[in-house]
Every structure is written in C-alpha cells, then in structure tokens.
C-alpha cells in the first residue's frame, strides 16, 4: 500500500490541490454562507465523475461514488466554514476579507477530501459506495445537524463515516487515533443578575450584582474540584463578566458568560444541575435574582471501535509505528462531528500540523494560524487507502 501511494509522482499531483486550498484560504466564508466554496466543490466533484448533491443543510454539498457489486457505504467528511477573525499570518494567500479567516484550518481540510476525491475516482479499485460529505457551519453552527436534518443519511445512507483535523503543536503528518470519549462536550450558560443599583457610597441601600458576580464565579471553580470524579474530565470557564459603567454606581445588573465541557454524557447532566443550583444559592445570598439561559451545544464525540481500529491499520501499513500515534489524548474542545458519529459508528483522526518551533504550531481560532500544506498528501492518502480497505470486497 505505502508504495502505491507515496512517491514523488503522487507529490506532483498534490500542487493543484495546493492552489486550491490557498485559493479558499484567501476567500473565507462563514457557516451557511460558503456559497462561493461549495460551488468549487461541485465543479470538482462534478467534473471527476460523482454525482453531486448541493443546498443540503444550507451550503452542504455530497459527492457520491459506486463501483462494483458492493453494498457497503462509506462516508468521508470535511467542514468548510472560516471564523470571524481579522488575519495576521502575513501570507501571500491571506484572507481578502476583512474580519474573516480560516483560522481553523478548514481549508486545508475541504482540500484533503478534494485530493482524495480525484484519487479515489482515478485510482482507487473498490466494491460499494462512497459519500464525500462536505459540511457547512462546524464552528458553532451546528452544522452536522442542519445536514442530518435535511435527510443526510437517509438519503447517502453510510455503515461508517470518517472526518479528520489538523491539530498544531503535534508533529507535522503524525497522525493520532483514540477509541472512545475523544473530545468533549460543549455547553453554554448566561447569567443575569437581578439586583438593586445605588450610589456606591451607599451600598447598604443595594442589592448589589456585582459582589453575587465575584462570589458565583468563585464558587463555580469548586463544581469540578468537589462534585466532579478526580478521574473525569470537566472544564467550567467563566469568559464574560460585564457590569456597570462608573466607579460610584452599583448596577442594578451583572452578566456572566459560561463555557461548561464534559468528556462523560453523565458528567455533562452533573454540571449543569451543580451550577444551577450553584448560582441560585449563591445569588440568593446576595439578595439579587439569578435568570440562567442554559443552552445545549455540541455532544461528546464517541469513536467507535471497529472503524478506530480499521483507520489506525490503515494508517500504520500507509506511514508505519513513528508516525502513528494509537493512544492519543482526549481533548476538551468540541467537534459538530461527534452528532454524526451518534448516527454512524466512526472514528475523528487528528493530524499533526507542525511541531514546537515551526510555523504549523500556532494555535488554531488565532490570527497567525495557517493550515500546513504538506498535509493535504498523507490526508489524501489516508481517505485513499481507508475507502479501498472499507470497501476491499463485495458485499452483498
């Protein structure tokens, strides 16, 4: 396997794919706007041979492929949309819209499943049927639901589906493969408190919000300390505290903005009845009124056994032991990917983007970030050897 896709012939193929993720870097869009690249994307698609299925979800587009008497259905996902964040990598490709960028590197992505597309229609040799799923609004939008809502896999039913990210600060086209919990849950909470505003020389008139405020983030820190098992993982984040406008006014309101993530669907209920009960208690103390707007986000992200173990194999035979990493670490960000895997066994492969010291170790969401180009070859490749593997014989 290694010797049919590896080689500098294959390398030569992969500049194109270059210039399109460049050119998709340099023209970003946000979720459900990705008119322009998904447009891109049915053209190319079109243009090797699949059948192109457009508007699902919004922006989302599918690409579907079948060769032989196989049954077996494979799904293979990319997301396309960029964040709103003003670019500052300085390179040629930067974004030409001002306050957006892919900062997330879903460029690199969209382009990873368009090289393997070509590869898989030209050379791949299987049984069965490939859905390439390439998906709108994955940063925050909820993306995969919009899709999944809109008939996705009733209408390109798969018995596995794949997604990969790129992951800085690990070595560059290290691959790393996790069975089980591999990413956390995401859920978001704003507090409102309801007090009495005053003159600041006079606080004993007040009910004041601002002290309810100091106090709940405070305590909130104790939620994980105290009521989460030591060997679980849990993240309560107080990013937002907005109040008041003078230094001698007590507002009559404060505002708490709160990111809660779990690893564990049990511990994900456990916080958010902890903090509820938290803050009603502690405002409470305070004599202000707590108003909790609770609201769901993306689930924990479960890699399923079976398609874990073919895509490690799989990864292994193409680029062997010191580029495969099978053990790797949870992570405690959140992928829209984890509500197609309650759907679709599967499994969510992280790759390296650049190690400590490189320019591919800038933190994703950051204005310096930069997708690594030579990802896009070993990322084919993978999508190349796990759709001949998946789908190797026929299956009826």
Same mark, same amino acid.
């Not at 600041?200 to 405020?213: K, R, S």
């Not at 007590?250 to 505002?255: D, F, H, K």
């Given at each position: 396997?290694?010797?049919?896709?590896?080689?500098?012939?294959?390398?030569?193929?992969?500049?194109?794919?270059?210039?399109?993720?460049?050119?998709?870097?340099?023209?970003?869009?946000?979720?459900?706007?990705?008119?322009?690249?998904?447009?891109?994307?049915?053209?190319?698609?079109?243009?090797?041979?699949?059948?192109?299925?457009?508007?699902?979800?919004?922006?989302?587009?599918?690409?579907?492929?079948?060769?032989?008497?196989?049954?077996?259905?494979?799904?293979?996902?990319?997301?396309?949309?960029?964040?709103?964040?003003?670019?500052?990598?300085?390179?040629?490709?930067?974004?030409?819209?001002?306050?957006?960028?892919?900062?997330?590197?879903?460029?690199?992505?969209?382009?990873?499943?368009?090289?393997?597309?070509?590869?898989?229609?030209?050379?791949?040799?299987?049984?069965?049927?490939?859905?390439?799923?390439?998906?709108?609004?994955?940063?925050?939008?909820?993306?995969?639901?919009?899709?999944?809502?809109?008939?996705?896999?009733?209408?390109?039913?798969?018995?596995?589906?794949?997604?990969?990210?790129?992951?800085?600060?690990?070595?560059?086209?290290?691959?790393?493969?996790?069975?089980?919990?591999?990413?956390?849950?995401?859920?978001?909470?704003?507090?409102?408190?309801?007090?009495?505003?005053?003159?600041?020389?006079?606080?004993? &008139?007040? /009910?004041? %919000?601002?002290? =309810?405020?100091?106090?709940?983030?405070?305590? $909130?820190?104790? *939620?994980?300390?105290?009521? !989460?098992?030591?060997?679980?993982?849990?993240?309560?984040?107080?990013?937002?505290?907005?109040?008041?406008?003078?230094?001698?006014?007590?507002?009559?309101?404060?505002?708490?903005?709160?990111?809660?993530?779990?690893?564990?669907?049990?511990?994900?209920?456990?916080?958010?009845?902890?903090?509820?009960?938290?803050?009603?208690?502690?405002?409470?103390?305070?004599?202000?009124?707590?108003?909790?707007?609770?609201?769901?986000?993306?689930?924990?992200?479960?890699?399923?056994?079976?398609?874990?173990?073919?895509?490690?194999?799989?990864?292994?035979?193409?680029?062997?032991?010191?580029?495969?990493? &099978?053990? /790797?670490? %949870?992570?405690? =960000?959140?992928?829209?990917?984890?509500?197609? $895997?309650?759907? *679709?066994?599967?499994?969510? !492969?992280?790759?390296?983007?650049?190690?400590?010291?490189?320019?591919?170790?800038?933190?994703?969401?950051?204005?310096?970030?930069?997708?690594?180009?030579?990802?896009?070859?070993?990322?084919?490749?993978?999508?190349?050897?796990?759709?001949?593997?998946?789908?190797?014989?026929?299956?009826?």
């Amino acid at each position: 396997m290694r010797a049919a896709y590896l080689g500098d012939a294959l390398a030569a193929r992969m500049g194109q794919f270059v210039s399109i993720r460049r050119d998709i870097h340099a023209h970003p869009e946000l979720g459900f706007a990705e008119h322009r690249t998904a447009a891109l994307v049915a053209g190319k698609l079109a243009d090797w041979g699949y059948e192109v299925f457009t508007g699902i979800g919004g922006t989302g587009v599918v690409g579907r492929l079948s060769r032989g008497q196989g049954g077996k259905r494979l799904g293979l996902r990319a997301d396309m949309d960029a964040l709103p964040i003003a670019e500052a990598s300085g390179r040629p490709w930067s974004s030409r819209q001002p306050g957006l960028m892919h900062a997330c590197g879903h460029d690199g992505h969209t382009a990873i499943l368009l090289a393997a597309a070509r590869l898989i229609a030209e050379d791949a040799q299987f049984h069965g049927t490939v859905h390439l799923i390439f998906q709108p609004a994955e940063e925050g939008g909820g993306g995969a639901l919009r899709m999944m809502a809109d008939g996705l896999f009733d209408r390109f039913a798969c018995d596995a589906v794949f997604a990969l990210h790129n992951m800085p600060g690990l070595e560059a086209g290290h691959f790393y493969f996790r069975q089980g919990p591999s990413m956390a849950s995401s859920d978001y909470a704003s507090i409102t408190l309801h007090g009495v505003g005053g003159h600041g020389a006079m606080p004993q &008139t007040t /009910a004041d %919000p601002v002290v =309810a405020a100091a106090a709940i983030v405070m305590a $909130l820190q104790t *939620v994980v300390s105290r009521n !989460v098992d030591p060997l679980q993982t849990a993240v309560v984040t107080v990013g937002a505290l907005q109040a008041g406008q003078a230094n001698n006014v007590i507002p009559a309101q404060a505002q708490l903005e709160m990111s809660v993530r779990a690893l564990d669907p049990q511990v994900r209920v456990l916080l958010r009845q902890r903090i509820r009960e938290l803050v009603e208690a502690q405002a409470a103390s305070f004599k202000v009124r707590a108003e909790i707007d609770w609201r769901d986000g993306y689930a924990v992200l479960v890699n399923a056994a079976e398609p874990t173990r073919l895509a490690t194999q799989v990864a292994l035979d193409l680029f062997g032991d010191e580029r495969v990493h &099978t053990d /790797a670490r %949870p992570l405690t =960000a959140s992928e829209d990917f984890a509500f197609m $895997l309650e759907q *679709v066994p599967g499994c969510y !492969v992280l790759v390296g983007n650049g190690g400590p010291g490189t320019a591919g170790a800038c933190m994703v969401h950051n204005p310096g970030y930069d997708f690594n180009d030579d990802l896009i070859e070993p990322g084919a490749c993978l999508w190349l050897g796990l759709a001949e593997q998946f789908l190797a014989t026929p299956d009826h």
